[in-house]
């Protein structure tokens, strides 16, 4: 991995160069675990002219959530309490004769971002801008690995709920039990706090889990990731408790299938990002429910679980292949309840069989 971690940092020095720029600091944590393998508690790393280096606060502890240090990489440790790792870096960049340094503007702080000027005076700080999120946006396969691996812990934890007696049990248990299962299948952790809504709650975008038990007849929709060595995947089903479904919840259900079955078809290569989010959600608006939908209809996952691109009306791009992101509508009643579907794929051309499904738990309406 070391050669992959140096490859990725010798693209971004490429890319400042053409933009005339001789070193980079990168301080957003996914962004460093990206380029460096790891991302210690305020680590910071200076991309230079020559040689790369991290610094550090505090010296790596090699937890699963700092991920694993690139062995090649030089690792400078502050001494002193309180000492800012940009400021240390961006002094480095000025002593081994960089004439300017481009910054993460959208995660430095104003007054970082002053610090880090005081310190180099005579560096022309520049905006990287989402250099290295864009560069995060297609995977290789070992990311795709770890994906994959990351999918089959999930659909592990929601295969083993659904065979457990549910009835009576409360929004908040089961989302704990969820999580637990996570971590015993080889999580690292869940990908983001688990979402388990039952009767009026379900179908609701990142609801937070709630008392209400569980009672006959309700939708429960379950929202759940695993993070398997920093990277996160997602999956969403919902389910019909204890009895046959009711025609409002096969009909809304049908729906929402449908939906998520046209969004996920448009995921191919060269496909524009809004095109992808249009053919799932003019399914739903043309049932009525155009106003209440979310915003998007999908997103990218990978270091974090909402990342680049969205499936968005207003996105603009293109997929590439290798892109993993989520397709998830959903529909809510306020009162009544609602659906979400929400699978994680990866981009795929035809020619390799089209979108890879790696959440592959069962879509069909069950009656638990």
């Keep these: 991995m070391s050669d992959v971690y140096a490859a990725r940092r010798g693209l971004l020095r490429e890319r400042c160069a053409a933009a005339g720029n001789s070193a980079a600091l990168i301080t957003r944590p996914a962004n460093v675990r ?66 300017s340094l481009a910054v993460e503007e959208h995660h430095l702080t104003v007054a970082r971002h002053r610090a880090v000027r005081s310190v180099a005076p005579r560096l022309r700080l520049a905006d990287l801008g989402t250099a290295v999120e864009q560069q ?128 996920r078809e448009a995921l191919l290569p060269g496909a524009a990002y809004r095109e992808v989010d249009h053919a799932a959600r003019s399914v739903l608006d043309s049932a009525g429910h155009g106003e209440a939908l979310a915003g998007c209809m999908g997103h990218g996952v990978g270091l974090e679980i909402d990342e680049d691109p969205q499936l ?25 309840g609602g659906v979400r579907i929400d699978d994680t794929l990866v981009v795929r051309p035809e020619a390799d069989g089209g979108p890879e499904l790696l959440t592959i738990t069962t879509k069909e309406l069950l009656a638990l």
């Design 136 to 263: 995060r946006l297609v995977k290789d396969e070992e990311e795709i690995a770890c994906l994959r691996i990351a999918a089959e812990i999930a659909d592990q934890a929601l295969g083993e709920l659904l065979e457990s007696i549910l009835v009576g049990r409360t929004e908040r248990h089961l989302a704990l039990e969820l999580e637990r299962r996570l971590v015993d299948h080889g999580a690292d952790g869940p990908a983001f706090p688990t979402s388990v809504g039952t009767g009026p709650h379900s179908g609701r975008s990142r609801h937070r889990p709630s008392d209400r038990r569980v009672e006959e007849g309700d939708f429960l929709s379950v929202c759940l990731g695993a993070n398997y060595r920093g990277y996160r995947c997602e999956i969403g089903r919902t389910f019909v408790i204890g009895t046959t479904p009711a025609d409002w919840q096969i009909e809304l259900y049908d729906l929402v299938f449908a939906a998520q079955r046209a969004g």
């Design 312 to 336: 968005a009306p207003t996105a603009m791009g293109k997929l590439d292949a290798c892109v993993p992101v989520t397709v998830e509508p959903g529909v809510h009643l306020p009162g009544r």
């Design 34 to 99: 990206y380029l460096a393998g790891a991302s210690p508690l305020g680590a910071v790393l200076l991309v230079g002219p020559a040689d790369d280096e991290l610094f550090c606060a505090a010296a790596p502890t090699g937890e699963v959530d700092e991920g694993r240090l690139d062995e090649g990489l030089a690792l400078s440790l502050l001494g002193g309490p309180g000492a800012d790792p940009a400021v240390a870096a961006a002094d480095r960049a000025a002593a081994v004769l960089a004439d």
